[in-house]
């Protein structure tokens, strides 16, 4: 897909249709986790992958939207310490991995825990603060299709500000 394209008509898919995903593309998600830049090249993130039916459906339990994981293939949580630096990095991680994954067909959500000490147990982490965000992935209970409109197409129908409000000067 084009990246541009891609870029333009992701959205959050948070309804899966229970399809399973390969582990050819689970690696291609990762990897482009791995690969993402930051700071220093700090690389601060750590992945924690989750594939077990029963470890999504405890952690359903633990994340603001149940649903989210409860027909979800795949879970990653990223793991990353302090600081706006290195959250940065990890949102450049999530969002390289969301967009490898919407290339391959598979749609993802963002997860924030409301229960982050009883997520942190479930995962194995000491450390319930560095449990930055989980991202949810499976393929799209409602097929989409990128292709069917263009980029151009995808930003119009997008519900976010538009770049005037966005774009404090032009200097
Ligand atoms: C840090 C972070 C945490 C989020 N947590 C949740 C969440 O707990 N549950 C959920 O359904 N969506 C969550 N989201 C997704 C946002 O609601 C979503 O990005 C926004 O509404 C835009 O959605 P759209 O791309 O489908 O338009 C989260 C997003 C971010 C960046």
Same mark, same amino acid.
């Given at each position: ?43 601060? %993130? ?7 039916r029963?470890? =999504?459906d ?10 989210? #994981? ?7 949580a ?17 969002q ?5 994954? %919407? ?16 997520a942190?147990?479930?995962?194995? #982490? ?5 449990l930055?965000?989980? =991202? ?10 990128p292709?069917q409109?263009?980029?151009?197409a %995808?930003?119009?129908?997008?519900k976010?500000?538009? =770049?005037?409000? #966005?774009?404090?000067? %032009?200097?």
């Amino acid at each position: 897909m084009d990246t541009f394209l891609a870029i333009a008509s992701r959205r959050e898919v948070r309804s899966y249709s229970g399809e399973p995903i390969s582990d050819e593309v689970v690696h291609t998600i990762l990897e482009a986790g791995r690969v993402a830049g930051s700071g220093v090249n700090r690389q601060p %993130w750590r992945f924690v992958v989750v594939r077990s039916r029963q470890l =999504l459906d405890d952690l359903a339990t633990t994340v603001y939207a149940p649903h989210n #994981l409860l027909g979800a293939e795949l879970f990653v949580a990223i793991v990353v310490g302090d600081g706006r630096i290195q959250t940065f990095d990890a949102g450049r991680a999530a969002q390289n991995m969301m967009l490898a994954g %919407w290339n391959a067909g598979v749609g993802s959500c963002p997860n924030g825990f409301q229960d982050d000490g009883r997520a942190a147990k479930l995962l194995g #982490l000491d450390d319930p603060s560095s449990l930055f965000v989980g =991202l949810s992935f499976g393929y799209p209970a409602r097929p989409r299709r990128p292709e069917q409109r263009t980029a151009e197409a %995808w930003l119009t129908r997008a519900k976010r500000l538009p =770049l005037d409000e #966005l774009v404090l000067a %032009w200097l």
